[in-house]
């Protein structure tokens, strides 16, 4: 699959932690992907609660058997699809819904236009993302049909680091995962869910919360068009994230919005333990785990949709089949 400029260089398989946390500095980047520096593998537990089959239980396709769910969640050592962005794309903004701030205040540093541009340059990236996935699954099934048992083995885990090309997949399942991080991080990183703390004034460092529902019709990745200007709430921001000492001094930062920690049950979505100061108010913690588990879904139900409309229902059924299903060649 072709990447997008890669961050930082790293070894390619399965990851262990210690690695992890050197690629992840600063560790408040989204919700975690690692179970230390105050992350509990959030992203990995939010698609578990969204996408993983019943114990026990075939997959009918909405949902993951085991071995499958461990390539897009990540498992204990691994970060899985839907950590990639963690590695390698660590300070592109429009991997994580970063930098689209505003507030409606007289002389803040952002327009509402240029902080609609920066959401809509997340939601295109997360497009190509999506669709890259699309492409790939067509290509887990040989020409008449059946599957290409070498391209759906899951003999070894996936890559998904640095564009090193792997399995068609494990391309497929890049490409979705990925698009998920930044859907996932919306939540996190935006006020769409959530709710100023109303002991505070409303301001840079308490914006204003927009307490909507979920799914945001923003992130309709299927659409391959991002969605047009007027649909983004005037109050809609994210944070702004910089390496750069005071680098957003003077904007809604992403430590002051975010809801990256706190503990999620990966079988039932529940939340506890709250570890940001925004996550703490309101329950908007739980608000955004519950946007991102319920878009998580949202974007595996419109993944389906997306392989019957570009290779008809046989094949993009089989094509869902494949990646859903730990032994496909004998089970699809």
């Known amino acids: 699959m072709r990447r997008l400029t890669p961050f930082v260089l790293l070894g390619a ?6 690695m992890l946390m050197t690629v992840q500095a600063p560790p408040a980047r989204a919700f975690g992907t690692v179970n230390t520096l105050g992350q509990h593998a959030e992203h990995e537990r939010i698609t578990r609660a969204a996408l993983a089959c019943p114990s026990g239980a075939p997959s009918d396709g909405s949902c993951f058997e085991p071995r499958s769910l461990d390539q ?5 050592g691994t970060f899985g699809a839907v950590g990639a962005p963690d590695t390698d794309e660590v300070l592109s903004p429009a991997a994580h819904c970063d930098n689209a701030d505003y507030l409606a205040q007289a002389g803040y540093a952002r327009t509402r236009d240029q902080a609609t541009k ?10 190509t993302r999506f669709a890259e996935g699309v492409t790939a699954a067509g290509s887990t099934l040989n020409a008449d049909g059946t599957v290409a048992a070498r391209e759906a083995d899951l003999a070894k885990d996936c890559t998904f680091t640095l564009g090193v090309r792997g399995r068609n997949k494990c391309e497929a399942v890049e490409g979705f995962g990925r698009a998920l991080h ?3 991080d919306f939540y996190s990183h935006s006020n769409w869910t959530d709710k100023a703390d109303p002991g505070h004034p409303v301001g840079k460092n308490n914006p204003p919360g927009l307490n909507l529902p979920a799914p945001s019709p ?11 200007a007027s649909a983004v709430p005037d109050g809609l921001t994210t944070g702004c994230f910089s390496l750069v000492p005071l680098g957003c001094s003077s904007r809604v930062q992403h ?28 329950g908007n913690f739980d608000r955004a785990v519950q946007g991102a588990v319920a878009d998580t ?6 993944f389906r949709t997306a392989l019957v409309t570009r290779y008809g229902k046989e094949r993009g059924e089989r094509a869902a089949c494949v ?8 089970t699809c």
């Open 218 to 228: 923003l992130f309709a990745l299927n659409s391959g068009q991002p969605p047009q």
């Open 255 to 282: 430590g002051d919005l975010n809801k990256d920690k706190g503990l999620v049950d990966a079988v039932t979505g529940a939340t506890g333990s709250p570890g940001t100061a925004r996550g703490r108010t309101g």
């Open 323 to 330: 990646l859903t299903h730990d032994d496909p060649a004998r």
């Open 72 to 76: 897009i969640a990540g498992r204990g």
């Open 182 to 184: 930044g859907v996932q």
């Open 118 to 127: 920066e959401l809509l340059a997340c939601v295109a990236r997360l497009q």
């Open 13 to 18: 398989t399965a990851l262990v932690a210690p």
């Open 297 to 302: 879904r949202r974007q595996w139900a419109d």
